[in-house]
């Protein structure tokens, strides 16, 4: 591998404004061969992991971003003056799973999954950009479709739609449930 | 779902539980249907209707808006019912179960429920790793997104500065008279110096009431001719000049 590839790698990480996909890198970085960057950057991603440091670098949102540590929260926080971060409501986490895995979906269809008005939540997570509309369904009165939005992969640390929990992970979760209403109460 | 409504009171003497407020029916319903250790393939509707109902009836804590969509609820389960009580003609086919449509909705929503545990998980796991939050760039000068100045603002600023120089009391003596042409000369020339002017700095410079008068009709005259250009970067900042590109590119 090139001499000072990694640090260069380490540079444009540094300075990108969001997540930096690794196609951006190697296009970049063409003046070196692709698998050299991306043994690069898979060394850069050790080394910080192990190095005693404050940051790490994750992939997140679909591209390399530098991240504090968790452990390191408390004092991130104190520093930005912010409590706590809020969290989703029960209401906004149905609904954006909803859309995320029945997307492209209509307002229409999420109420019904939900048996539930959900036009107040849809409006809250559009203004916080989890979701976008996309366009307009071809059907009886033409109703907006939503999206999950790159926002959303980052909130939650996904790389892409891919990364969503799997059947098996679901089942394993409601096949977990079953086990614990079985057992006798005390 | 480890997230079941539900909480325990510590003095037992029976068996108390106190709901908290639902999402849905849907959410109700799957309470009601683990609470009571259904099958959710094979929902007795009898039982799963009268439990929905007495809860209704019970619960004032549910949301006055949401009070329809739990109603809706509860007419689909009677519905329900009434379709498994009444005496066919021909026996139900395989899949035509009138419980189908409920089965198949709790079904998926369980699914959501669950996948909605794992992402609350993540969400907690990311909302404890910070990045960099980007600022946006800041506007380059003259770029078209600042706020053109209207004439009245400019004299709005102008009078105020006029004022002050008043207040000054000025007793400057000088034959000299100014020309409009050697004031936009003036003017010019500094903006190709400095790039750009403060308009309230620039009056202030002006050492009596009659220059600072001939300048700002300079000024204006050539805002007017479009070699420059007046403008606010917010409301209530203060008024730059700045020489047009275009004008910049024929010189």
Same mark, same amino acid.
């Given at each position: ?13 540094? &300075? ?12 970049? $970085? ?9 043994? %690069?950057? +898979? =060394?850069? &991603? ?18 390399? /971003?530098?991240?504090?540590? !968790? ?5 991130? +926080? +104190?520093? @930005? ?9 029960? %209401?906004?986490?149905? #609904? $954006?799973?909803? &859309? %995320? ?15 539930? =008005? ?15 509309? #996309?366009? +307009? ?24 739609? =891919?990364?969503? !929990? ?10 977990? =449930? ?5 057992? !006798?109460?005390? | 779902?480890?997230?079941? !409504?539900?909480?325990? #009171? ?15 029916? @849907? ?6 249907i683990r609470k009571k250790k259904i099958d959710i393939h094979n929902i007795p509707i009898a039982v799963i209707t009268k439990e929905y109902l007495e809860y209704l009836g019970r619960e004032e804590q549910i949301n006055l808006d949401r009070e329809a969509e739990f109603v809706l609820m509860a007419a689909l389960l009677i519905h329900i019912k009434s379709q498994l009580l009444l005496p066919r003609e021909q026996p139900l086919g395989e899949g035509e179960d009138p419980r189908r449509f409920l089965v198949d909705q709790l079904v998926e929503f369980q699914k959501i429920k669950a996948a909605c545990s794992i992402l609350k998980e993540r969400e907690e796991g990311q909302l404890s790793l910070w990045t960099r939050e980007a600022l946006p760039p800041l506007p380059e000068p003259a770029e078209a997104d600042l706020v053109e100045v209207s004439l009245f603002d400019l004299a709005e ?51 009596? @009431?009659?220059?600072?008068? /001939? ?25 730059? &000049? ?6 910049? %590119?024929?010189?």
């Amino acid at each position: 591998m090139a001499p000072g590839l990694k640090e260069i790698v380490e540079a444009l990480i540094f &300075v990108s404004l969001e997540p930096l996909p690794l196609e951006k890198i190697t296009e970049t $970085l063409n003046d070196f061969p692709a698998a050299e960057v991306e043994q %690069a950057v +898979r =060394d850069l &991603v050790e080394s910080t992991a192990s190095a005693e440091r404050g940051i790490s670098l994750i992939q997140s949102g679909g591209g390399y /971003v530098f991240t504090t540590r !968790p452990e390191f929260d408390p004092w991130v +926080r +104190r520093f @930005l003056k912010i409590d706590r971060k809020s969290k989703l409501s029960s %209401a906004s986490l149905e #609904t $954006l799973s909803i &859309v %995320a895995y029945h997307q492209p979906v209509t307002l229409s269809e999420i109420s019904a999954l939900r048996n539930v =008005d959900s036009s107040y939540t849809i409006k809250t997570l559009l203004e916080k950009k989890l979701v976008k509309i #996309t366009g +307009r369904k071809k059907s009886p009165g033409n109703p907006l479709i939503y999206r999950t939005t790159e926002r959303f992969l980052a909130y939650f640390g996904l790389n892409s739609l =891919d990364e969503l !929990p799997t059947e098996e992970e679901i089942a394993k979760i409601l096949g977990e =449930d079953k086990t614990v209403e079985q057992a !006798p109460k005390p | 779902m480890n997230d079941v !409504p539900l909480r325990e #009171t510590e003095n037992s003497e029976s068996y108390q539980v106190r709901l908290e407020v639902f999402e849905g029916p @849907l959410d109700l319903l799957l309470f009601l249907i683990r609470k009571k250790k259904i099958d959710i393939h094979n929902i007795p509707i009898a039982v799963i209707t009268k439990e929905y109902l007495e809860y209704l009836g019970r619960e004032e804590q549910i949301n006055l808006d949401r009070e329809a969509e739990f109603v809706l609820m509860a007419a689909l389960l009677i519905h329900i019912k009434s379709q498994l009580l009444l005496p066919r003609e021909q026996p139900l086919g395989e899949g035509e179960d009138p419980r189908r449509f409920l089965v198949d909705q709790l079904v998926e929503f369980q699914k959501i429920k669950a996948a909605c545990s794992i992402l609350k998980e993540r969400e907690e796991g990311q909302l404890s790793l910070w990045t960099r939050e980007a600022l946006p760039p800041l506007p380059e000068p003259a770029e078209a997104d600042l706020v053109e100045v209207s004439l009245f603002d400019l004299a709005e600023s102008f009078f105020i500065l006029m004022k002050r120089k008043e207040a000054e009391n000025f007793r400057v003596v000088r034959g000299k008279n100014f020309s409009l042409e050697e004031k936009m000369k003036e003017i010019i020339a500094a903006l190709e110096k400095e790039g750009v002017l403060d308009f309230l700095e620039y009056f202030n410079r002006q050492e009596t @009431l009659e220059e600072a008068i /001939v300048s700002f009709f300079s000024l204006l005259e050539l805002i007017k001719v479009r070699l420059v250009m007046a403008v606010q970067e917010r409301l209530f900042q203060t008024i730059k &000049v700045w020489l047009r590109r275009e004008s910049q %590119a024929r010189q």
